[in-house]
C-alpha cells in the first residue's frame, strides 16, 4: 500500500515514515503544499496523511486542488488543529479522517489501513484464501492457526495483490508500489520478494496461490 | 417597607419622586399664597373699604345739633339696616357712652364689641347671633355741626370724650362664599396644573432619559461571549459621549485581549502539540524495533532536539510571565554594548555562517549603557537571531548608534522582503511568525514579544520601519543612560 505524508516538521515526516514503512507501507513523504500536491497528482496513492498548516500552500488548499481535479484518494488529514470546526471544515473539504496532534501512532497505522481497505471497497480486515488468512489491519498473516512470518515488503506484495484479486499486475506497478523513492533496486527484486512470500505461504501440495502470468507479471485468481 | 428597601435605587424613581415632591410642594405653596392673597385683596382692599365707606355714609349723617347728637337716618333708603337678616347692623355710642342709635336689623341684640374711643378705625370679625360671621369696623369721629364746615374727622386735638364711636357690621356670609367659590376654583386648577405637571414631567423625564435607557439596553444586551459589539446610540447626546466613548473603548480592548487570549492560547496549543507528537511519534515507533539501533539512535537525536526546543519555549514563556506580572527584577549595570553584540554574534554565527549573513558592525568602541546586562544580552541575542534567520541567504545585518531627540537609539537594518506593512503592528504579538504554518520549529515566535517586554521593563522605546524591502528595528535607550 503506497501512501504519501505531507507534513512540514522534518522530524515527524521522517518518524512517521520510517515508522509506516516497518509497516508494510511504501511511503513518500513531502516538506510543503505545493510539492504534496505535484506529488499526490503525479503518482497514484492509496492514501494521502496531510498536515494542515503547511508553507506554500495550505493542506486544505491541496485536498480542495485535488478535489476540485476529480483526484479520489483517501486523504487522512493530521493536524495540530484540535477544534472541532476545524474538524469539520477539513471533513467537509472531502477528507476522509482527521487525527489530532499528538496522536498514538497505532491508532495512526490501524486508520490508515482502514482507508486503505475503503479504497477497496473491503469492510473486513481479513481476506481468505483457502486455509490461509490475511488481516491487513492487523498486518498478519495465518495459515490456519498458524502465524507466518513475513517483512513488511512482503505483507505488502500480498496485501496488494489480494486487492487486486483475479486481476494480473505487472512488475513494473510492484515495483512502483513497494519501492518509489528509494533509488535504484535490483531489477528482480519483486521476483525474489514473490518467491520469498510463496515460499513461507505453502501449504503442503496445494498448488501455489500466487501465479505466474509469464510476460505480465502476478495473479491471484 | 423591606420590598421597597430590597430595589436598587433608580434614576428614573428618584427624578419621579423629586418632581412629585417638588410639583406638589409648589403647588401647595402657591396655593396658600394665591388663597391667602385673594383673601388679603379681597378683604381688606375690596370689603373693609366698602365697609368704611359705608361707615362714612353714617358718619356724615350723624349731626350735632344745640339739643344734642343725632343721627339723621331713614331706614327706608337703607333697607340693608332694616331687616334682622341684615346684611347690616349699626351702633352709634355718644361720647358719654350712652347708645345714640341702633339699626333696626339688630332688634333686641347688641354688637358684642366695646365701643369706646378709637383714634384708628378698627376691623374685627364678630359673631352675631342669628346673622352668623360679621366684619365689623369701629371707628371715632367729631359729630358734624349743623352748618358748620367740620367733615368728622378726628385730630390730634380731639379728646375722648368728645368723639362718637360708631359700630357697623356687615355680614360676611357673601362674601365668603365668594371667597370660597374662588378658593376652590383655585386649588381646582392648581390641581389640574400639577396633573399635567407630572404628565408633562413624565413626558420630559422619558425624552430626557430616553438616550440613557438605550445605552442601558444596548450594555445589557451584549454578549460576554460577542465582544464585537459596539454600543451606537440612536440620539447621541453630549452628556453621554465621553461614557459610551470609553464604554466602546473599553469593549475594543477586551475584546483584543480575548482574541489575543484565545490566539495566545491556541498558539501555545499548537506550538505543544507539534513537538510533543514528536516526540510520541519517535517513541512508539522506535519501540516497535528497537533492534535497529541504527534508527534508535537517530531518533535520539531528535528526541533530544525536541526538547530543547520545548525547553527554549517553556523557558520564554517563562520570562514573559515574569515581565507581565512584574516578577522580572531589573538589576542596573553597567553594560558595554560591543560586548553584548560580540557574543551574540558569535552565538549567531554558526547559522550567519551557513547562511552567507554577515555583520556591518559600525558602532562605536566601548560605548557603555546603564542597563540590566542578562536583559540586555537577551534583547541584542533575539534580534541578532532573527536577523540572521530571517534575511535572505547571503545579506548583511547593519548595526549602528544613532541620537533621536537627544536619546541613544541602537538601529538594527537587514533585507527583509517577505514583511509588508501591517506586519509591522503584529510582529511582536506572541507566536506570531510571518509564516502561517510556523515551518521551521527552531523559533516558536517569542523572541520579539521577550525583545518588547524587557525593553519596556528598561525604560526603551521600539520604532519599526520598512523601507525598500528593508526593516529597521531601533531600540532607543531611556535619557540620561550613558
Known amino acids: 500500500m503506497k501512501l504519501l505524508i ?15 514503512e516497518k509497516e508494510g507501507f511504501a511511503v513518500d ?6 510539492e504534496g500536491y505535484a506529488f499526490a497528482a503525479a503518482y497514484d496513492y492509496d492514501v494521502l496523511i496531510l498536515d494542515l ?11 480542495k486542488k485535488l478535489r476540485a481535479r476529480g483526484f479520489k484518494t483517501h486523504v487522512l488529514i493530521l493536524s495540530a488543529k484540535d477544534q472541532v470546526q476545524d474538524r469539520i471544515k477539513g471533513l467537509e473539504m472531502g477528507a476522509d479522517d482527521y487525527l489530532i496532534k499528538p496522536f498514538d501512532f497505532d491508532e495512526l497505522v490501524a486508520r490508515t489501513r482502514a482507508l486503505v481497505r475503503r479504497r477497496y471497497e473491503t469492510k473486513d480486515p481479513t481476506i481468505q484464501v483457502g486455509t490461509l488468512k490475511v488481516n491487513t489491519a492487523l498486518g498478519k ?25 483475479g486481476r494480473v499486475v505487472t512488475r513494473e506497478a510492484l515495483l512502483e508500489h513497494l519501492y518509489a523513492g528509494y533509488g535504484e533496486v535490483a531489477g528482480n527484486i519483486i521476483d525474489v520478494v514473490v518467491c520469498n512470500i510463496r515460499k513461507k505461504i505453502k501449504s503442503g501440495d496445494e498448488p501455489s496461490l500466487i501465479e505466474t502470468r509469464r510476460g505480465f507479471g502476478y495473479v491471484i485468481p | 417597607m423591606r420590598w421597597f428597601r430590597g430595589r436598587q435605587p433608580s434614576i428614573r424613581g428618584a427624578l419621579t419622586r423629586d418632581l412629585i415632591f417638588w410639583s406638589g410642594l409648589n403647588i ?10 385673594l383673601e388679603k385683596i379681597l378683604l381688606h382692599q375690596l370689603f373693609d373699604e366698602e365697609l368704611e365707606k359705608r361707615a362714612q355714609a353714617l358718619v356724615t349723617l350723624t349731626k350735632e345739633f344745640d339739643e344734642g347728637i343725632e343721627l339723621d337716618y331713614a331706614g327706608e333708603f337703607m333697607p340693608e339696616f332694616e331687616s334682622p337678616e341684615g346684611p347690616e347692623y349699626f351702633e352709634v355710642w355718644l361720647p358719654n357712652g350712652t347708645l345714640l342709635e341702633r339699626s333696626e336689623s339688630l332688634g333686641d341684640r347688641e354688637l358684642p364689641v366695646a365701643h369706646g ?57 357673601t362674601f365668603d362664599n365668594l371667597t370660597t367659590s374662588l378658593n376652590r376654583m383655585i386649588w381646582a386648577a392648581l390641581v389640574w396644573a400639577l396633573v399635567i405637571c407630572l404628565i408633562q414631567g413624565r413626558y420630559t423625564l422619558n425624552k430626557g432619559l430616553k438616550p440613557l435607557e438605550d445605552l442601558r439596553a444596548q450594555v445589557k444586551a451584549i454578549d460576554p461571549k460577542q465582544l464585537d459589539a459596539r454600543i451606537t446610540l440612536e440620539e447621541p447626546v453630549r452628556e453621554l459621549r465621553a461614557m459610551v466613548d470609553q464604554l466602546n473603548t473599553l469593549l475594543e480592548r477586551l475584546e483584543s485581549a480575548v482574541i489575543r ?75 558595554n554594548l560591543a560586548t553584548v553584540i560580540g557574543k551574540a554574534w558569535t552565538r549567531s554565527a554558526e547559522t550567519a555562517q551557513r547562511r552567507r549573513i554577515k555583520l556591518d558592525n559600525r558602532l562605536a568602541e566601548g560605548l557603555l549603557v546603564s542597563s540590566d546586562g542578562a536583559m540586555m544580552d537577551q534583547i541584542i541575542q533575539n534580534l541578532i537571531s532573527n536577523a540572521v534567520t530571517y534575511s535572505p541567504r547571503g545579506s548583511t545585518l547593519v548595526l549602528e548608534s544613532r541620537e533621536l531627540n537627544g536619546r541613544l537609539a541602537l538601529a538594527f537594518t ?52 520598512l523601507y525598500r524591502g528593508n526593516l529597521t528595528l531601533s531600540l532607543i535607550f531611556p535619557p540620561n543612560i550613558n
Not at chain 1, 513523504?29 to 505545493?34: E, H, L, M, S
Not at chain 2, 367729631?142 to 357697623?168: F, H, N, Y
Request: aromatic share 6%.
Open chain 2, 414 to 465: 537587514n533585507p527583509a522582503p517577505q514583511l509588508e506593512e501591517g506586519d509591522l503592528s503584529q510582529m511582536f504579538n506572541r507566536f506570531w511568525q510571518k509564516d502561517a504554518s510556523r515551518t521551521g520549529s527552531e523559533n516558536a515566535g517569542l523572541g520579539l514579544s521577550i525583545v518588547e517586554s524587557f525593553a519596556g521593563l528598561l525604560g526603551m522605546d521600539i520604532k519599526t520601519r
Open chain 1, 141 to 165: 498473516a495465518y495459515r490456519g492457526d498458524h502465524e507466518i512470518s513475513l517483512t513488511p515488503k512482503e505483507f505488502t506484495l500480498l496485501e496488494y495483490l489480494l486487492a487486486r484479486r
Open chain 1, 29 to 34: 513523504t513531502a516538506g510543503d503544499g505545493k
Open chain 2, 261 to 335: 487570549e484565545r490566539r495566545f492560547t491556541s498558539d501555545v496549543a499548537h506550538e505543544l502539540r507539534t513537538p510533543l507528537a514528536e516526540l510520541r511519534s519517535l517513541v512508539e515507533v522506535g519501540a516497535k524495533d528497537p533492534e535497529d539501533t541504527e534508527m534508535v539512535s537517530d531518533f535520539f537525536g531528535d528526541v533530544r532536539e525536541v526538547t530543547l526546543e520545548m525547553q527554549g519555549m517553556v523557558s520564554n514563556l517563562l520570562e514573559l510571565t515574569r515581565c507581565d506580572t512584574g516578577a522580572r527584577v531589573v538589576n542596573h549595570e553597567p553594560v
Open chain 1, 53 to 63: 498548516m503547511l508553507p506554500g500552500m495550505s493542506g486544505l488548499e491541496v485536498l
Open chain 2, 117 to 173: 374711643f378709637t383714634p384708628e378705625p378698627v376691623y374685627r370679625d364678630i359673631h352675631l347671633e342669628g346673622a352668623g360671621l360679621c366684619r365689623l369696623v369701629r371707628l371715632s369721629f367729631l359729630a358734624q355741626k349743623e352748618d358748620a364746615d367740620v367733615d368728622g374727622s378726628l385730630s390730634a386735638e380731639t379728646r375722648p370724650d368728645q368723639a362718637v364711636t360708631l359700630l357697623l357690621a356687615r355680614k360676611r356670609e
Open chain 1, 6 to 20: 505531507i507534513e512540514d516538521s522534518a522530524r515527524l515526516q521522517r518518524t512517521l515514515k520510517r515508522g509506516l
Open chain 2, 28 to 37: 401647595l405653596l402657591i396655593g396658600f399664597l394665591l388663597t391667602g392673597a
